[in-house]
């Protein structure tokens, strides 16, 4: 790590604490790690960046609706999703100092081994083999165990129930999905997205807003029809296949390749790269999103995960990072491809349908096999006592699930009674059916909100003779535009100055534009606090303005000046910045 990038990373740290971007929680009290609090700029530059997460992910997207759903999530909710039982990470504790570490952060950072996805006992023995202790106080370390990552709380006072403050927010569109399908007027595919906080109870954070205990995830549930998917992409691929991206598979990285292969959107698909191809559509439209942050292309790579790395309900997984100077490579999104795991899981612990009709173009023709039990055949296996138990029981079973018993094994036991072939009426018979019911599958891309930030500010902080410039997408900017008075010698021009300056200032804000406004030391030092937190274009009123109804607007990146009339502010500001910028 070299001092430039620990510089970096400080600088950072100190323009967000003394310009409002982020700082500590709770320091009065000492701080909590991993939480943090927003000032005003960094409340704003969040908000653009998801504004224009919703722009490239539902906005644009006929087939994206959104949705918000409860922080506190019963129970059964981790139970059905296997959260309870998966969601975890290895941690080991001093024996001495009582300090608690994550078992894999402490042996890539001692022994540079990436251990991810490492059974406990494999972990615990590579630390004895090393002859780790406690980088606090030297002590012995326990034998490393999985640790519980959802924080616990109850629903309802005193013995209230066991809830979960969900990490994620893909529960809560798996949940939903019926109704939503039904109010998408029954059409797949149908993405369903979220913003908003989640809690993860981490259990050493570190690296500032890279890992924190709670934070905001922006994401998207995306159900598609799994025989139509090549089809189904073909519609909106145009708008994107041609997208690079720089990806790493897992054959390369189990070949220890580690530069990463360029690749087109068509051409992951093409080459079966991705497992489906709305895998590869969606890491298309996350790659572009990235590059609207100002994060350059070559600095953005798209790494699979191996087997042991993926997530319990992943049958592919694609993480996507950002370099940074002081972490390296970040990741600042996950792509999942989560096929039917959650509903069925839902289906199955809820008791309700999560399944949904696909009707045929044209009817077709299939021969299924009725059956219907024999009641004087299994009377004289189960006994005249039992008929009726047995008789009620098999009511209660699905014919089609009959007969494949049947089928396979020969015989089908109820009450253990084994009912061979001869106790049912089986028929052959031709019908006409127009659909079936299938599972949708699930493609997950999901973004951290807040690491985002960080890698933004990153690639747009610039010194310019010593001094800070934020060089902000100006759609990402806090404020759009700073308005300035010029401080002027004689008091009756100094008023007629601050009082154009605040109807510009009122005009803009009126017409939809973020503005700032500050009439407080000279016009360089207002300069230079508005580059700082990346405003892109400052009015200036002066003693010409009063004579001719024109200011000078400065370039943040250029410090160049010119001059217009007022009337004309409003067109400028749209043709650099955008309309589709304006809240």
Same mark, same amino acid.
């Given at each position: 790590?070299?001092?430039?990038?620990?510089?970096?990373?400080e600088?950072?740290?100190d323009?967000?604490?003394?310009r409002?971007?982020?700082?500590t929680?709770f320091?009065?009290?000492g701080?909590?790690?991993g939480?943090?609090?927003?000032?005003?700029v960094?409340v704003l530059?969040?908000r653009?960046?998801?504004?224009?997460?919703?722009k490239?992910?539902?906005?644009?997207?006929?087939?994206?609706?959104?949705v918000?759903?409860?922080i506190?999530?019963?129970r059964?909710?981790?139970k059905?999703s296997? @959260?309870?039982d @998966?969601?975890t990470d290895?941690?080991?504790?001093c024996l001495?100092?009582?300090r608690?570490?994550?078992?894999?952060?402490?042996?890539k950072?001692l022994l540079?081994i990436?251990?991810?996805?490492?059974?406990?006992e494999?972990?615990?023995n590579l630390?004895?083999?090393?002859?780790?202790?406690?980088?606090?106080c030297?002590?012995e370390?326990?034998?490393?165990?999985?640790?519980l990552?959802?924080?616990t709380?109850q629903?309802?006072?005193y013995?209230?129930e066991t809830a979960?403050?969900?990490p994620?927010?893909?529960?809560?569109?798996?949940?939903n999905?019926p109704?939503l399908?039904k109010?998408?007027?029954s059409?797949?595919?149908?993405?369903?997205?979220?913003?908003?906080?989640v809690s993860r109870n981490?259990?050493s954070?570190r690296?500032?807003l890279l890992r924190?205990r709670e934070?905001?995830?922006?994401?998207?549930?995306?159900?598609?029809?799994?025989?139509e998917?090549?089809e189904?992409v073909?519609?909106?691929l145009e708008?994107?296949?041609?997208?690079?991206?720089?990806v790493?598979t897992?054959?390369m990285?189990l070949n220890?390749?580690?530069?990463?292969?360029?690749f087109?959107?068509?051409e992951?698909?093409?080459?079966?790269?991705?497992?489906?191809?709305?895998l590869?559509y969606?890491?298309?439209?996350?790659?572009r999103f990235?590059?609207?942050?100002?994060i350059?292309w070559?600095k953005?790579?798209f790494?699979?995960?191996?087997p042991?790395?993926?997530?319990?309900?992943?049958a592919q997984?694609?993480?996507q990072?950002?370099?940074?100077?002081?972490?390296?490579?970040?990741?600042?999104?996950g792509?999942?491809?989560?096929?039917t795991y959650?509903?069925?899981r @839902?289906?199955e612990?809820s008791g309700?349908?999560?399944m949904?009709?696909?009707?045929?173009?044209?009817?077709?023709?299939i021969?299924v096999?009725k059956?219907?039990?024999?009641?004087?055949?299994i009377?004289?296996i189960?006994?005249?006592?039992?008929?009726g138990?047995v008789m009620?029981?098999l009511?209660?079973i699905?014919p089609?699930?009959?007969?494949?018993?049947?089928?396979?094994k020969?015989f089908i036991e109820?009450e253990?009674?084994k009912?061979p072939s001869?106790c049912?009426?089986?028929?052959k018979?031709e019908?006409?059916v127009h659909?079936?019911k299938?599972y949708?599958?699930?493609v997950?891309?999901?973004?951290g909100?807040?690491?985002?930030l960080?890698?933004?500010?990153?690639y747009?902080y610039?010194?310019?003779?010593d001094?800070?410039?934020?060089?902000?997408p100006p759609?990402?900017?806090?404020? @759009?535009?700073a308005v300035?008075?010029?401080?002027?010698g004689?008091k009756?021009?100094?008023?007629?100055?601050?009082?154009?300056?605040?109807k510009?200032y009122?005009?803009?804000?009126?017409q939809g534009?973020?503005?700032?406004y500050d009439e407080e030391?000279s016009?360089g030092?207002r300069?230079?606090?508005?580059?700082?937190?990346?405003?892109p274009?400052?009015?200036t009123?002066?003693h010409?303005?009063i004579?001719?109804?024109?200011?000078?607007i400065?370039d943040?990146d250029?410090?160049e000046?010119?001059?217009?009339?007022?009337?004309?502010?409003?067109k400028?500001l749209?043709e650099?910045i955008?309309?589709?910028t304006?809240?």
């Amino acid at each position: 790590m070299s001092n430039q990038s620990q510089d970096l990373y400080e600088k950072i740290s100190d323009l967000s604490r003394r310009r409002g971007i982020f700082w500590t929680s709770f320091e009065i009290y000492g701080g909590v790690a991993g939480f943090y609090d927003f000032g005003p700029v960094g409340v704003l530059i969040k908000r653009n960046i998801a504004n224009q997460w919703l722009k490239h992910f539902v906005y644009t997207k006929e087939n994206v609706v959104e949705v918000e759903t409860p922080i506190i999530n019963p129970r059964i909710v981790f139970k059905a999703s296997g @959260h309870e039982d @998966h969601f975890t990470d290895p941690v080991v504790e001093c024996l001495k100092c009582k300090r608690v570490y994550r078992a894999d952060h402490l042996i890539k950072d001692l022994l540079k081994i990436n251990v991810e996805g490492w059974h406990p006992e494999n972990i615990t023995n590579l630390i004895k083999d090393n002859n780790l202790k406690c980088p606090e106080c030297g002590g012995e370390l326990s034998a490393v165990f999985n640790a519980l990552l959802l924080f616990t709380t109850q629903i309802g006072p005193y013995r209230g129930e066991t809830a979960y403050l969900k990490p994620e927010h893909a529960q809560g569109m798996f949940i939903n999905f019926p109704q939503l399908f039904k109010i998408s007027r029954s059409k797949l595919p149908l993405g369903i997205a979220q913003i908003g906080r989640v809690s993860r109870n981490e259990i050493s954070p570190r690296q500032g807003l890279l890992r924190l205990r709670e934070f905001n995830i922006m994401e998207v549930e995306f159900f598609f029809d799994p025989e139509e998917a090549d089809e189904e992409v073909k519609e909106v691929l145009e708008e994107i296949k041609d997208e690079k991206l720089r990806v790493i598979t897992a054959d390369m990285r189990l070949n220890n390749i580690e530069e990463p292969a360029e690749f087109t959107v068509n051409e992951l698909i093409n080459e079966k790269i991705v497992k489906t191809p709305w895998l590869a559509y969606w890491m298309g439209v996350g790659n572009r999103f990235l590059r609207s942050l100002g994060i350059p292309w070559d600095k953005i790579r798209f790494v699979e995960k191996l087997p042991h790395e993926k997530a319990h309900y992943s049958a592919q997984t694609f993480d996507q990072e950002v370099y940074t100077q002081r972490f390296e490579w970040v990741e600042v999104a996950g792509y999942a491809y989560r096929t039917t795991y959650d509903i069925e899981r @839902h289906a199955e612990y809820s008791g309700k349908d999560f399944m949904v009709f696909k009707r045929y173009e044209e009817p077709q023709v299939i021969v299924v096999e009725k059956v219907t039990p024999t009641p004087t055949t299994i009377e004289k296996i189960v006994g005249k006592e039992n008929l009726g138990r047995v008789m009620r029981i098999l009511s209660q079973i699905k014919p089609d699930d009959i007969a494949k018993e049947l089928n396979t094994k020969g015989f089908i036991e109820v009450e253990g009674f084994k009912l061979p072939s001869e106790c049912f009426q089986i028929k052959k018979e031709e019908v006409k059916v127009h659909g079936k019911k299938i599972y949708p599958h699930v493609v997950e891309p999901s973004f951290g909100l807040e690491r985002l930030l960080y890698v933004v500010l990153e690639y747009s902080y610039h010194e310019r003779e010593d001094k800070v410039v934020l060089r902000l997408p100006p759609y990402l900017a806090p404020y @759009h535009v700073a308005v300035f008075p010029l401080l002027a010698g004689r008091k009756i021009e100094h008023i007629k100055m601050v009082s154009i300056a605040r109807k510009i200032y009122k005009d803009l804000v009126n017409q939809g534009f973020r503005v700032l406004y500050d009439e407080e030391g000279s016009i360089g030092r207002r300069y230079a606090r508005a580059d700082e937190i990346g405003v892109p274009y400052a009015v200036t009123v002066d003693h010409q303005t009063i004579e001719d109804d024109t200011v000078t607007i400065r370039d943040r990146d250029t410090t160049e000046q010119i001059r217009i009339e007022i009337s004309k502010i409003t067109k400028f500001l749209l043709e650099k910045i955008g309309i589709g910028t304006l809240v």
